[in-house]
């Protein structure tokens, strides 16, 4: 069965003209074609932002992976727009895994002084360990 981690991946994009650039561009990667990745997100917004966030409750969630490559590309993507556009972005990665201390965080923006973009992770990603007991 093998160890399993649950992931959160969460991409929050300035504007819609930003989010369709990008994702026009991410749905040309071989790895995304190759594992059907672009089903796996889902999109919303927040706060007039444009998001895209993945979840997954058991996932074997390995670096050398194909397909998580592949998905953690979108954050890597976005930061090359900005490099290359300017374009501001923040990009967050929360993975869980089976032990009790494998918790990982990480964020990635790079803002115009519009904060909004962080509130869309600190307002939407809860990590939550619980016990429950119920007689």
């Not at 923040?90 to 962080?118: L, Q, S």
Request: hydrophobic share 35%.
């Amino acid at each position: 069965m093998g160890y399993r981690s649950q992931v959160a991946l969460v991409a929050g994009f300035k504007n819609k003209e930003q989010f369709d650039e990008v994702w026009a561009v991410y749905l040309m990667d071989t790895r995304v074609q190759a594992h059907n990745l672009a089903d796996d997100w889902k999109q919303a917004s927040s706060k007039g932002h444009p998001v895209l966030y993945f979840e997954s409750g058991a996932s074997k969630w390995y670096d050398g992976y194909e397909d998580v490559s592949g998905m953690e590309y979108l954050g890597e993507l976005m930061q090359t727009f900005h490099e290359e556009r300017g374009f501001p972005f923040v990009f967050h990665k929360t993975r869980i895994g089976e032990d009790t201390a494998d918790i990982e965080e990480e964020d990635t923006y790079e803002n115009d002084d519009d904060t909004d973009m962080m509130e869309i992770i600190y307002s939407n990603v809860v990590v939550e360990r619980s016990v429950s007991v119920n007689f």
